[in-house]
């Protein structure tokens, strides 16, 4: 095994301990994940209350029918 085939195959075990070190939190990227994420859980909140609500006027208009 020549000298460049050890460098390669210890690469990414360099780059796995390189990432680890690397406070994430900071990270610009990271932030905007952060807010991309809390953006969807809103919306999948007011969502989740529109139908509920839309369900339950369906199930009202249904009970006057009868």
């Known amino acids: 095994m020549t000298g460049s085939e050890a460098r390669a195959i210890g690469e ?3 780059q ?3 990432m680890a070190a690397r406070q994430a939190e900071g ?3 990271v932030q905007r ?3 991309a994420k ?3 859980w809103m919306l ?3 969502g989740a209350f ?3 609500y839309l369900i339950d006027k369906l199930q009202e ?3 006057i029918l009868r």
């Open 33 to 35: 994940w952060h807010v």
């Open 38 to 40: 809390r953006i969807v």
């Open 27 to 29: 990270d610009p990227v």
């Open 61 to 63: 208009a249904l009970s």
């Open 12 to 14: 990414p075990r360099r």
């Open 44 to 46: 999948s909140l007011a």
């Open 16 to 18: 796995g301990r390189d």
């Open 50 to 52: 529109l139908f509920y």
